[in-house]
C-alpha cells in the first residue's frame, strides 16, 4: 500500500514539474517577446524583472526535479541580482544616470 502511494505521488510530482516547465518556458518566450518589443522603457524594465523571477522558478523546479536544496543558493543570487537590475533601471528611467558623480 505505501509503495503504491510512493509511485503514485512520484508519477504525480513528475507530471507536474513537466507542466510547470511548460508554462515557464511559454511565459519566458512571452517575456522575452515583451523585452524586445515592448512599447515603452518601463515595460521593458518590467518585462526584464519577471525574466528575472522567472528564472528563480526555474531553479526551484530543478533543485524539486533532483531533490537537492543545494539551489537555494542560486535562486537567493538570482533574486539579489534581478533586485538590484530593477534598482539600477527605476534610477535610470528617473533620473537619466545610474551613478551619481558630485564633484564639488
Not at 518589443?37 to 526584464?48: F, I, K, M, Q
Not at 519577471?50 to 538570482?78: E, W
Request: overall charge negative; glycine content about 4%; aromatic content about 6%.
Amino acid at each position: 500500500m505505501t509503495e503504491t502511494l510512493y509511485r503514485a505521488t512520484e508519477s504525480m510530482l513528475e507530471v507536474s514539474l513537466v507542466i510547470c516547465f511548460i508554462a515557464i518556458s511559454i511565459s519566458l518566450l512571452l517575456l522575452l517577446y515583451r523585452m524586445i518589443d515592448g512599447p515603452t522603457s518601463p515595460d521593458r524594465a518590467v518585462a526584464l524583472d519577471t525574466i528575472g523571477i522567472n528564472l528563480m522558478a526555474v531553479a526551484a523546479l530543478v533543485a524539486i526535479y533532483l531533490v537537492t536544496p543545494n539551489l537555494n543558493d542560486v535562486i537567493l543570487l538570482i533574486a539579489i541580482l534581478a533586485f538590484l537590475g530593477t534598482v539600477a533601471i527605476a534610477k535610470y528611467l528617473e533620473k537619466g544616470v545610474i551613478i551619481d558623480r558630485d564633484l564639488d
